[in-house]
């Protein structure tokens, strides 16, 4: 039988007969892609030659990861060249995790590489990190053949392009940086609550018909405080509570006076002291939160006293981009590398000449949150902001300097900074950070 349908039919047979494969290519043409790196001549020889890829690890693992189990894949290369892989579950309990590291140490691992599922590859990243070389690699780089995935195929497949050098660890930062972003994000979710907690007690005095909103620009604030602690306490006439306005709200006593003229009932005040002790409670966390992360970063001092300079960028802000992106710059080697990595730079998707949808990737919500928040309606000398009601975007250029770089800073006219702005804003943290290494 000719070339054709013939020939792809006797391709099973013949590859389990012995044949060469690199000298009959057709050969391979019913064969998947993992089969394809499976069938092929892995000797020293055949490898110089061109006839395969090439082994980079000569004994390395590959683990897939979910909540309860771990298919672990231990792949190498034996003795003339034969390639050997031993496949075992494990738990995730701690010392199921221990034994599988004395395994791995044992068969002679080297490298290790797993997917980034959830949270569930934290505590075997603890546990390994210490004895291996560890990749944490995004699933969509190494999707296996649809209809063709099983634990036990994905742990495989993992360890197999490990071993040939095509998997790119994520970064993953060291252990006090890690601990310093659980707190800068445990605080960012605290102070989301917190604005939550405003919106509800302002939902219970539209529901009494007190509208201190639409003459005071923060409920919770110092006046409005005193003003709901009155309400709380039973104090229902508008005169006193609006006497109760401080400094600059005192010129508005007569609007005032017509906004907390409602219909307050033992509910409405009830519900009142319910949420400001919430908000209470919230703003103790937030100081216990702020006095621990001023405790991990005091050896970062000097780090968050440069960045302070930076127009725009205050403490708080300096502290979530150390626990984002650090003070060593080393993983990023240009400014062009961390913007993409921050999700911030437009993305490239082109086929055929037509330039589709160039959307930036997730990136890290963090640190794109620090980006973008503005410092609000400050009057300070550090923002110097000409008008109030403007954001100030953390966006730069360089001039030259001995050890840094004159920052101007530019103003942006809405709430959120474009891609580009962020674009630069990144370049401009790079820059200041890597311009003289601190000692």
């Known amino acids: 039988m000719g070339e054709g349908l013939g020939s792809v039919e006797r391709a099973e047979p013949a590859l389990q007969s012995g044949l060469d494969v690199a000298a009959y290519p057709k050969l391979l043409l019913n064969v998947s892609t993992q089969g394809r790196l499976d069938l092929l001549p892995t000797s020293p020889a055949q490898v110089a030659e061109g006839g395969s890829m090439e082994i980079i690890l000569g004994c390395c693992a590959g683990l897939d990861v979910h909540k309860e189990t771990v298919q672990a894949c231990v792949r190498k290369m034996g003795a003339g060249g034969k390639l050997e892989q031993e496949v075992r579950p494990w738990g995730t309990m701690t010392s199921d995790l221990r034994g599988m590291a004395e395994w791995l140490a044992t068969a002679g691992v080297t490298h290790v590489a797993m997917e980034s599922t959830g949270v569930y590859w934290k505590p075997i990243f603890n546990i390994l ?7 944490l690699v995004n699933a969509r780089q190494f999707r296996n053949v649809p209809g063709r995935k099983t634990d036990i195929k994905d742990c495989q497949w993992i360890a197999q392009l490990l071993q040939h050098g095509l998997l790119k660890g994520s970064f993953i930062p060291p252990r006090p940086q890690r601990e310093l972003r659980d707190l800068t994000r445990q605080r960012a979710q605290i102070m989301d609550e917190r604005s939550r907690i405003s919106s509800r007690i302002q939902k219970v005095l539209e529901d009494a018909n007190v509208k201190l909103s639409s003459v005071a620009s923060n409920v919770v604030g110092v006046s409005g405080r005193l003003m709901l602690e009155a309400i709380i306490e039973g104090q229902d006439d508008p005169a006193k509570l609006a006497n109760l306005a401080q400094r600059s709200l005192r010129s508005k006593i007569p609007q005032l006076e017509q906004a907390l003229y ?19 409670t919230n703003e ?9 992360i001023a405790q991990c970063t005091r050896p970062l001092e000097p780090v968050l006293e440069r960045l302070d300079e930076i ?15 650090g003070p060593e710059m080393k993983p990023f080697p240009s400014d062009a590398h961390l913007a993409s990595w921050a999700g911030v730079c437009p993305g490239c998707n082109e086929s055929g000449g037509k330039k589709r949808s160039g959307k930036t990737t997730k990136g890290s919500r963090w640190l794109r949150q620090a980006w973008c928040k503005p410092p609000g309606r400050q009057r300070t000398r550090k923002t110097a902001i000409s008008r109030p009601t403007r954001a100030t975007s953390c966006i730069a250029v360089a001039e030259n300097a ?11 006219s809405s709430i959120t900074c474009s891609n580009k702005e962020l674009d630069t804003a990144i370049w401009v943290y790079h820059s200041w950070i890597a311009s003289e290494p601190l000692t």
């Open 262 to 280: 409602g219909r307050l009932t033992e509910h409405h005040r009830w519900m009142l002291h319910l949420l400001m002790d919430q908000l209470s």
């Open 129 to 135: 990190e210490e004895r291996f070389e560890i990749l």
């Open 311 to 325: 127009p725009g960028i205050d403490v708080r802000v300096a502290q979530v981009l150390l626990a984002e992106i």
């Open 284 to 292: 103790a966390l937030l100081a216990r939160l702020d006095e621990r």
């Open 402 to 412: 001995d050890w840094w770089r004159s920052l101007i800073r530019c103003l942006s």
